[in-house]
């Protein structure tokens, strides 16, 4: 078994911040929302049908893992999210991915959809650092 790579590109937008059971989960470097990115660890997965039933499964559970700790993101922000955004969109990146983000009915693109939008804001190294350690003792 080779050890697990995420693509290239999502170096670029986002940092490493846990391993779960099934995901390496990452955190989108984008201030205006919580973000969370899971990359389910298996080699050659693109599409969800890669993965096998148990694998579907472990991964629904971790998107629902990763909604309830955006929210709690949010609400530690004093920002609490009104609407989770899961998609797995795909068409930039192939490798198999789920985003989970946090809308709030007052951010700046709602109710439009965030992909593919500009405007992003780092995050600054002290919130980076800070939301990095709420997910991992999550």
């Given at each position: 078994m080779?050890e ?11 940092v490493?911040a ?62 609490p ?9 795909g ?48």
């Amino acid at each position: 078994m080779t050890e697990f790579r995420a693509d290239p590109a999502f170096e670029a937008g986002s940092v490493f911040a846990a391993e779960w059971p099934l995901c390496q989960v990452r955190l989108q470097d984008d201030a205006r929302f919580p973000w969370l990115i899971l990359l389910p660890r298996v080699d050659g997965a693109v599409e969800l049908d890669d993965l096998s039933r148990d694998q579907r499964a472990a991964l629904m559970e971790e998107v629902v893992r990763a909604g309830e700790l955006v929210r709690a993101l949010g609400r530690a922000a004093g920002r609490p999210v009104d609407k989770l955004n899961t998609a797995a969109l795909g068409n930039v990146t192939r490798q198999l991915h789920v985003h989970v983000v946090g809308r709030r009915r007052d951010d700046g693109l709602w109710p439009d959809p965030i992909w593919g939008r500009p405007g992003a804001r780092p995050l600054s190294a002290d919130d980076k650092a800070a939301l990095l350690r709420a997910i991992r003792e999550a």
